[in-house]
């Protein structure tokens, strides 16, 4: 079995590090499975098992595998509930992730460009 690790996304080209080395391939999302070939083989991930979505009072999750387009805040921010703070592209559309409540931003835990699946902390709020 092979270490594969995710580094970043760009568009549909993900880039991967496999047992150390870094190779770069396309990559399609539908629904909750990510699919990429490699070496002339199919690889697809299911990510529904990776956890559920959830928007707790303090903090803002993935609600499915998509790409991280725009953050529109920053640490330090005052933000109001239902104000937009990142942009996330799944399924060929555009979903916005709000504030849950009023707060302060006190960490971004997601890059433009980024893979992220389901339950993945985004925004976190004080």
């Keep these: 079995m092979s270490d594969v690790k995710l580094v970043a996304t760009r568009g549909n080209i993900a880039e991967l590090k496999i047992d ?8 399609v999302i539908q629904g909750t499975r990510v699919s990429f070939k490699f070496d002339g083989e199919t690889y697809t991930v299911d990510t529904s098992d990776r956890g559920r979505a959830r928007h707790r009072e303090h903090s803002m ?3 499915m595998p998509g790409v991280v ?3 529109l805040t920053d640490v330090g921010q005052e933000v109001t509930r239902g104000m937009p703070l990142v942009i996330l592209e799944a399924m060929k559309m555009e979903h916005v992730i709000a504030a849950p409540s009023d707060g302060t931003v006190v960490a971004i835990n997601c890059r433009e460009g980024e893979l992220v699946q389901p339950g993945t ?3 976190e709020l004080k």
């Design 121 to 123: 902390d985004l925004i």
């Design 61 to 63: 999750s993935a609600p």
């Design 69 to 71: 387009l725009k953050i």
């Design 20 to 27: 150390g080395r870094t190779v770069f391939v396309p990559f």
